[in-house]
């Protein structure tokens, strides 16, 4: 079986969910030859727009997210 997980990586939703998301996943299904799991992850923009990227964390989150997902690697 694959589990496919799809989220944006920035702002706060997506990219504060998504190492949650994997971890829930892998905890219910360990077995990782029979159990796949494959993320489609939309980065932020190098340069976003500044009427709906009004944050400082718009960047960051993806870049933490991105992380920390490079940290449970083993397990996707």
Do not use: C
């Not at 990586?9 to 799991?37: C, H, M």
């Amino acid at each position: 079986m694959t589990f496919h997980v799809v989220a944006g990586l920035a702002g706060g939703t997506g990219s504060g969910s998504i190492v949650d998301a994997v971890a829930q996943l892998r905890s219910k299904y360990p077995d990782i030859e029979n159990f796949k799991i494959m993320l489609y992850l939309l980065l932020p923009d190098e340069i976003p727009n500044p009427a709906w990227a009004s944050t400082a964390n718009y960047q960051p989150n993806g870049y933490a997210a991105l992380t920390e997902l490079n940290a449970m690697d083993y397990q996707l």
